[in-house]
């Protein structure tokens, strides 16, 4: 790490390539560069410590890689082209979509090297052919891997350093970088900038301008990142694509964890019990909208969320349902393996718990959960009648749910989570091509400057495709080793 003595004192440095931002993206990308065979690097980082959003990832997506291979289980490159496109409506950039897939694989083995160790998973139960690589601790883990080597090739990461502007001449050309640290600023001399900013999710004033169903109470659970990459591109002239797309799941109870020794690494989430497809979801007018079962891709179910009054739902479900949970497991738990079919005990006590701070509420009757979450009590009588006679039936005659996920509520004490939709970041904003090149309004590359990670748009549709399970993590390391490496071999060749 580059100490603020250093920074403060040489007023302009210089660099051949500028990275900004220190998440999965830039430090990938930084280390790509330097593998093909720059020594002057520099990374600024505006937080006190590299990770981003990275470093609270899970798992990510790749094909045909060395540990799938090692496990017999083969994932085709093609149908998962084919897969994200076919999602997409071919809405994205296919030349984009393929330069990261065929990458992937590869790129597995290059952490492989570095000491990443990985466990090929199903997100979800079932999940076929399996495509989720979770690494070794994480991607908290993985970064901590990616900072060592960064340090051990010499590349100069400033922490507390704020990129403001980046300089060109009167012909567009880069020539550097302005960039604060300490309350200090200080220029870098440079031909190639990469952008690794991680996105925009914690600018309210653009997510209202650019995200229509954006509400001011939508939680973030990423690094809630200013959009400072997609301001200073689009200053010198960049284009923008997929701008608005966030990365939103739902129903969920945000980020609340529940304490339950189901797995040792790994805290259980509010959101894991409202996803479960044996309860039932009401909107603010006591009615069901949706199959609950999409609750197995939780950002594919955020659609019908998004479309209810104020997007507010409830999961409900009664003291039967829960019984079932704590003896016998979740059906779902989307992305934790081991979880589903695991018992939970302990987990009424947590609801309770969690009832005191107004994010899950008890009744014990219909009528009192109708004046606790603000519903018509006769509405909600009407739904839950009618849906403990479609149970009877084993038939739901309107959204069709599975049989084996219809369950009466009948029991009280009756339960409902409050649930609102959440975030993990944005997705788009800066146009480019499959080199990681940054477009101009005529889609000519900008010389010497690059995005990456979630800055990038022209990758991922208004949906996020679940079936490349952990495709935005995979896409930040994938990028950042593509950016990188053509910065290099720009570098080289000026």
Known sequence: MISSETANRNKTLMADLVIIGGGGTGLAAALSAVEKGLRNVIVLEKRSSTGGNTAR????????????????????????FKKAMNWAHWKVNPRLVRA???????????LEEKGVQFEVSPLWI???PPNWHIPKGYGAGLMKVLA???????????????????????????TGVLAVKDGNEFAITTHSV????????????????????????????????????LLMATKIGAATEGLGILQSAGPGGGMETLRINTHPKMSLLLMSISLEPNTIWLNKKGERFVDETTGYNHFESVNAVIRQPDNLTFAIFDSQILRNMEEEGLFICMGI??????????????????????LVKIASSWDEMAELIGVDPKAIRTTIDEYNSNCEQGYDPIFAKERRYLQPLRTAPYYAIVCHVGFL???????????????????????GLYVGGIDAGGWQSETYCAELAGST??????????AGENAAQYVFGK
């Not at 990832?57 to 998962?80: H, L, N, T, W």
């Not at 393996?337 to 107004?358: F, V």
């Not at 993590?473 to 593509?482: E, L, V």
Request: a positive charge.
């Open 194 to 229: 990469i952008i690794s900013s991680g996105g925009y999710g914690g600018n309210r004033e653009l997510l209202k301008k650019y995200c229509p169903y954006y509400r001011d109470d939508m939680f973030c659970g990423g690094v809630p990142n200013k959009g400072d990459g």
């Open 57 to 80: 990832a899970r798992g990510m997506f790749a094909a045909e890689s060395p540990a799938q291979k090692r496990e017999m289980i083969y994932v085709s490159r093609e149908d998962c």
């Open 337 to 358: 393996p081991g979880i589903p079919g695991r018992k939970l005990p302990g987990l009424e006590e947590q609801l309770r718990l969690k009832s005191k701070k107004g």
């Open 473 to 482: 993590f995979s896409f930040a390391i994938n990028s950042g080793r593509i």
């Open 126 to 128: 079932n999940q076929m």
């Open 425 to 447: 970041g944005t997705i788009g904003g800066i146009k480019t091509n499959e080199h990681m090149e940054i477009l101009d309004e005529q889609d000519n590359p900008i010389p």
């Open 100 to 110: 990261f897939i065929d990458k992937s694989g590869d790129t597995i083995r290059w």
């Open 148 to 174: 060592r080597e960064c340090e051990r090739m010499g590349i100069k990461i400033f922490l507390k350093a704020e990129a403001k502007k980046i300089v060109t001449n009167g012909q567009g050309n880069i």
